[in-house]
């Protein structure tokens, strides 16, 4: 199993531009996360899933939007990149009501540099 | 409200030395409790959890951590650290949401002098 896997690994963007990060996961989770590090405030989380087809905003969403079109797959967009949003970004996924509830497993992260 | 407290923002042990990372933690019922670590340019590993049960912890790559409740702590402990073990360690908190959701710390940096 490959885990949770992130695309891109890195990018640069310029101010405005828009751009789509993708987690993906193969071992059939039910809720997804995504997450900004920022340095001094460990990971803070901008939107999570609870299922195929649901989204829901987390502590800090302004400026992102997500979808969880199929169930392996949760998508992190951003329609008009600004300098605040470099950050590193990742993904984790959860059994669900399924399994062990309350692990999260993270994928290795994508390095995001808006200028 | 749920929150995460990890005091020490950067420590600096020898190799070969005992460690102590710190964590306290806001929350009204029974956490549940992580320890992640992070290596340079990499994701986020599992150490260890506490759910429930006995309140020393084992975890992986040698390491413990115990949970006291009288305290509000989680700390980390390793009785020997290796030049291996310098990454950056996030406690967490969770057992408050149904979707699982879980606040971090804001890590703590560990370097190993050799």
């Known amino acids: 199993n490959a885990g949770v896997t992130q695309t891109p690994k890195f990018r640069v963007l310029k101010t405005g531009q828009s751009m789509t990060l993708l987690c993906a996961q193969d071992?059939?989770?039910?809720?997804m996360y995504w997450y900004r590090q920022d340095p001094g405030m460990g990971l803070r989380l901008i939107h999570y899933?609870?299922?195929?087809?649901?989204?829901a905003k987390g502590e800090v969403p302004d400026g992102y939007n997500v979808s969880r079109l199929k169930k392996q797959n949760f998508l992190l967009g951003l329609e008009s990149a600004a300098p605040s949003q470099t950050s590193v970004y990742f993904c984790?996924?959860?059994?669900?009501?399924?399994?062990?509830?309350?692990?999260?497993?993270f994928g290795p992260g994508t390095r995001l540099l808006v200028l | 409200a749920q929150s995460v407290t990890q005091p020490d923002i950067h420590i600096t042990v020898s190799e070969g030395a005992s460690l102590e990372l710190r964590c306290n933690y806001s929350?009204?019922?029974?956490?549940?409790l992580f320890w992640y670590v992070q290596s340079p340019g990499q994701g986020l590993q599992l150490l260890l959890k506490?759910?429930?049960?006995?309140?020393l912890v084992q975890g992986i790559k040698g390491f413990e951590a115990e949970f006291k409740r009288s305290q509000s702590s989680f700390n980390l402990r390793k009785p020997s650290v290796h030049w291996s073990d310098a990454a950056e360690y996030f406690c967490?908190?969770?057992?408050?949401?149904?979707?699982?959701?879980?606040?971090f710390g804001s890590g703590t940096r560990l370097s190993i002098r050799p």
């Open positions: 984790a996924s959860n059994p669900g009501l399924a399994g062990d509830q309350e692990t999260q497993y």
């Open positions: 071992m059939n989770h039910e809720y």
């Open positions: 899933s609870v299922g195929e087809g649901t989204t």
């Open positions: 929350y009204g019922a029974t956490p549940y």
């Open positions: 506490y759910f429930s049960g006995d309140t």
């Open positions: 967490a908190v969770g057992g408050y949401s149904s979707a699982s959701k879980i606040i």
